[in-house]
Every structure is written in C-alpha cells, then in structure tokens.
C-alpha cells in the first residue's frame, strides 16, 4: 500500500473534530499532527485520532515531515494570521474552513496571499456537497430552464457553545452573515453561476443569547433576517434565516424558478437534535415541479448512515474531504471552491451586515 495521505489539523474544536471523524472514513489516510491549544479540546481530538502527535504551536506542526497536506478549523479570526504564517514557512496543500476572513481590512492580505501562495488552496464550503443540495444543483439548470429567483431558507438553532466563546461577538466571527450565511452566499453564486451587484438585507437579534454576558458584554450576533441579492445576470437570490426555529422538521428549504419549472432541496438538521420519540429523523427530499406537465415530482435522497454519523452537515464533510483528497493526490488540478470563491462569499456577508446597520442597500463595487 502506498504511504498514507497525512493531515496536519490546525484547530480541534467542534467542527475540526467532525473533519476527524471525517477523515477516518477515507481510505489510506491519517492524521499525523495537530495542533489545539484547549486541553478539553485536545482530550476529545485524541478519541477521533489516537495516533496523532499533538503540537504546542503551528511552527511546531509544520515542522513534522511526513504532512501532505492541512486543515484549518481554528477560530474565524484565526485564519489570516495562520494562512500568512504557513505561506512563509511551508506552503503545504491545504483545505482552510469558512470564512476565508472576517474583517474587509484583511481583504488586502488574502489577496496577497491568493496571488503568490505556490500550493493549492481549497475553501471548505460544506453545503455545496450535500447528497441533496448536490441533486439540487444537477437538476437546477433543465428543470427550471434558467433560473430567475433563487430562495435558501434556513431555520435552525441557535449558534452552539464554541471555545472562549468567541462566536457571541461580532469582532471575532466576522457577524452572523458572514460566519453562517457565506456557505449560502457561496451557494447562491455557484448555483446562478454569476456574481452579485448589490445586496439589501434586514435583521435583527430578537431571540438569542439576551441574557448571556461574557467579561460583562452581551452577544452582538443577529439571530435572524432576510438577504436579498442581485446578480449580474439579472437573476435575483434571497436568503431567509432564523436562529430561533429549531423545532422545524426540514433546516434547510432551497429553491430555484424559471420559465420552465421549480426544483427545490429540503435538507434535515443534524440527527443528534432529531427528538427520539418521533422517530427517524426526516430523509433530505428533491421536489421537480415543472410547469408541463404539471405535477411534482417528489425524490428521496437518503445519505449513508455511517458517512451521516460523521458530522452535523447531511455528509457533506465526507463528500468535501474525498474530492479534496482527490487534488492532493493529484487526481484533480484545482480546487473546487478557489480562494475567490471564499473571498467573494465573505464579501456577500459584509456587504449584508453593513446593510443592516447602515440602513440601505449596498453595491459590490464598494469593495472593488
């Protein structure tokens, strides 16, 4: 057998542990450093990569020879600091968790480093790789005959407890339009297959974290609002989200219109929040409804339990590690989700948030 594909992971937190679980799925892959500075955090990685030397710092990480490539799942705020640092010390592959960037000040610093970084860059962007928001996509185009109006609606729960809490405040997560919504500003763009010209949004923190106090501040993050978005080719796109809904049965609804017909995706939130005493958690559906003949047509798409097991977002890690698996072994040549396309998904997210506070619509051009 050929050496083992090795994963440095930068970060192990919730969401790095599920890239764990994740990798473990894979064939002829392995973890060989990580490096997270919580001890809780360290205790529980170990479970999901008990072969894995633990490091104290990233120098120490990229010091270890036998890496392929790296993950980065730290904080948001940690991001730009550690793609810089790897940059110049050893441009490895590496596939870095949204957002690519939190603050517009930064904007300079990711494209420097986007134009001179010599490794393939891959942004993960979970959404574009469930079972369902997949059939979505294949069937968009025909069903629809071009789409017109996009609508992603995501009622959920509210953001979970993170280390330090650092997801509470709006200056280390970048604000809820940026930390949540760029997976769905991304969507929206690969889906339309066009760039935005200008966003208008309304929101809000109506329900959420209230009566939380951290060093004597309350959260600033919203929990709910609407987004809706223009695009070049003069389709338009809403987004639709409440932090506070968790009670739905379906998290995610997507759908898409045109001249010939709708096609939705309706994806369930994680199982482990799924009551127990209503049973099996709902299986993501694909609904065609064309306008002739008329009639919708209602598609099951159940996801491997053993690769839904793995994480809170329908399958989509598994599905995103095995094709970015794909480029570090050189199956592939790019990444599927470039440095732009996660530059442009924050900047969708800033221009919502500054829509919100500042009361008015915002032009994309404003950050050209």
């Not at 099951?300 to 399958?315: F, K, M, R, S, Y």
């Not at 590690?321 to 480029?327: A, I, N, P, R």
Request: proline share 8%; charged share 25%.
């Amino acid at each position: 057998m050929t050496k083992p594909t090795t994963y440095g992971i930068i970060g192990c937190g919730m969401m790095g542990q599920e890239h764990l679980r994740n990798i473990a799925l894979l064939p002829n892959t392995e973890v060989g450093a990580i490096f997270e500075p919580n001890a809780q955090m360290r205790t529980e990685s170990a479970r999901f990569a008990p072969d894995a030397q633990f490091v104290e710092s990233l120098e120490e990480l990229l010091a270890v020879e036998t890496l392929d490539c790296l993950l980065i799942a730290s904080p948001n705020f940690c991001h730009v600091d550690q793609l810089q640092q790897i940059a110049q010390i050893r441009p490895l592959p590496l596939l870095v968790e949204k957002p690519l960037y939190t603050d517009p000040r930064d904007l300079v610093r990711i494209n420097d480093f986007a134009t001179n970084y010599p490794s393939p860059a891959w942004v993960a962007m979970e959404y574009r790789y469930m079972p369902p928001v997949a059939a979505f996509l294949n069937n968009a185009a025909s069903v629809t005959g071009g789409i017109k109006m996009l609508t992603i609606r995501e009622h959920r729960f509210p953001f979970l407890e993170k280390v330090d809490d650092w997801n509470r405040f709006n200056a280390k997560s970048g604000g809820t339009f940026v930390e949540k919504c760029c997976h769905f500003f991304d969507l929206m763009r690969l889906t339309l297959g066009s760039d935005p010209v200008r966003v208008m949004a309304s929101g809000g923190q109506d329900a959420n974290h209230l009566e939380e106090s951290y060093d004597g501040q309350v959260p600033d993050i919203l929990d709910n609002g609407y987004v809706i978005v223009d695009f070049e080719n003069g389709a338009r796109a809403m987004l639709e989200l409440c932090m506070f809904a968790e009670g739905a049965e379906y998290q995610e609804e997507i759908a898409a219109v045109g001249p010939k017909g709708k096609v939705e995706a309706l994806v369930p939130g994680p199982g482990r929040f799924w009551p127990k005493h209503l049973g099996a958690a709902p299986t993501p559906k694909l609904i065609l409804s064309p306008r002739t003949p008329k009639g919708p047509v209602e598609k099951d798409i159940p996801v491997d339990p053993d690769i839904l097991d793995a994480g809170d977002h329908n399958g989509s890690t598994f599905y995103q590690h095995k094709y970015f698996l794909e480029l570090v072994r050189g199956e592939r040549s790019t990444p599927e989700v470039s440095l732009s396309d996660g530059k442009m998904a924050v900047l969708m997210g800033i221009a919502a948030q500054t829509s919100i506070q500042e009361k008015r619509s915002v032009e994309m051009s404003e950050f050209s």
